[in-house]
């Protein structure tokens, strides 16, 4: 099953990731929700959409915008609508 882990914590797992471009998106109801603060970042990527962040926490560190959702998707990306992948430093067992 595929976990996200963070500082030593899993803060997502799931049998129902979609892979996407090499990322591994978690259902929304599949992350450890205590861990993830909505961030102000946004970015825009041409097929997906506007993507927004999370900035996790573990243990008294921030890893800033270290988690991003598509909330409202392009029509080719709906199938991952709200579900969210990771990055910097976030690692993905498979």
């Known amino acids: 099953m595929p976990k996200a882990i963070w500082n030593g914590t899993v803060l997502a797992q799931s049998d129902n990731t979609i892979l996407v471009e090499g990322n591994h998106y978690f259902p929304h109801e599949s992350i450890n929700q205590e861990y ?4 102000n970042t946004h ?20 890893n800033k915008d270290a988690a991003w959702y598509y909330p409202s ?8 609508q709200g579900y969210v992948a ?6 993905v067992e498979a």
């Not at 993830?36 to 961030?39: M, T």
């Not at 998707?73 to 991952?80: G, L, N, R, V, Y």
């Open 86 to 91: 990771f990055w910097k430093g976030v690692k």
């Open 43 to 62: 970015t825009t990527c041409p097929w997906k959409g506007v993507a927004s962040y999370y900035s996790i926490e573990v243990d008294g560190q921030t």
């Open 73 to 80: 998707t392009k029509e080719k990306a709906k199938h991952f």
């Open 36 to 39: 993830f603060q909505e961030s």
